[in-house]
């Protein structure tokens, strides 16, 4: 379709390219894999194949794949690219639609996948240790149960009142 952004795994980031007969869009999403909740930074550069370079506003849109509305920047050009940051708020595919106006009003569009978001590590580490500090525990009290117990002391006491002797018989 003319007007898809072609989305491209490369070097650690999501590559986007465009091009139709008079302008070319190239940039990148970071990070290569998107999670909810985490900032989605967007970096393009829109160029000419013939005249001056655009140097225009970009209006630039994040929403849900079928969503009607969706997070909207529009943003001037830095000392070379145009710069964005978004962040998703659900796990989804997203669309990233891209307008700009040279000769005239193009809209562009690109996909991704946003994944869920990632579980701190520190947590992570907690629940290890939790887990290790519940085992150790447990053997413990494992070890205290197994612990052969000791008879009473009324029965282990050799009673000390002299036994009657046998007559002997000879």
């Given at each position: 379709?003319?007007?898809?952004?072609?989305?491209?795994?490369?070097?650690?980031?999501?590559?986007?390219?465009?091009?139709?007969?008079?302008?070319?869009?190239?940039?990148?999403?970071?990070?290569?894999?998107?999670?909810?909740?985490?900032?989605?930074?967007?970096?393009?550069?829109?160029?000419?194949?013939?005249?001056?370079?655009?140097?225009?506003?970009?209006?630039?849109?994040?929403?849900?794949?079928?969503?009607?509305?969706?997070?909207?920047?529009?943003?001037?050009?830095?000392?070379?690219?145009?710069?964005?940051?978004?962040?998703?708020?659900?796990?989804?595919?997203?669309?990233?639609?891209?307008?700009?106006?040279?000769?005239?009003?193009?809209?562009?569009?690109?996909?991704?996948?946003?994944?869920?978001?990632?579980?701190?590590?520190?947590?992570?580490?907690?629940?290890?240790?939790?887990?290790?500090?519940?085992?150790?525990?447990?053997?413990?009290?494992?070890?205290?149960?197994?612990?052969?117990?000791?008879?009473?002391?009324?029965?282990?006491?050799?009673?000390?009142?002299?036994?009657?002797?046998?007559?002997?018989r000879l």
């Open positions: 379709m003319p007007d898809r952004i072609a989305v491209d795994r490369r070097g650690g980031v999501l590559e986007l390219a465009w091009a139709d007969a008079e302008d070319r869009l190239q940039g990148s999403l970071q990070p290569l894999a998107p999670r909810a909740g985490e900032p989605v930074k967007v970096t393009l550069h829109v160029g000419s194949f013939q005249g001056a370079p655009f140097e225009g506003p970009i209006t630039l849109s994040l929403r849900e794949r079928g969503s009607t509305h969706g997070q909207v920047q529009t943003v001037q050009k830095g000392a070379v690219n145009w710069h964005a940051e978004f962040v998703p708020e659900r796990a989804a595919v997203h669309q990233l639609d891209v307008s700009f106006r040279t000769t005239r009003l193009k809209v562009l569009h690109a996909e991704f996948e946003v994944g869920s978001p990632q579980v701190p590590s520190f947590i992570l580490w907690g629940l290890l240790g939790l887990g290790g500090l519940l085992t150790m525990i447990w053997g413990v009290r494992m070890l205290q149960k197994e612990k052969p117990t000791e008879p009473p002391a009324a029965e282990t006491e050799i009673s000390s009142a002299p036994q009657p002797d046998e007559p002997s």
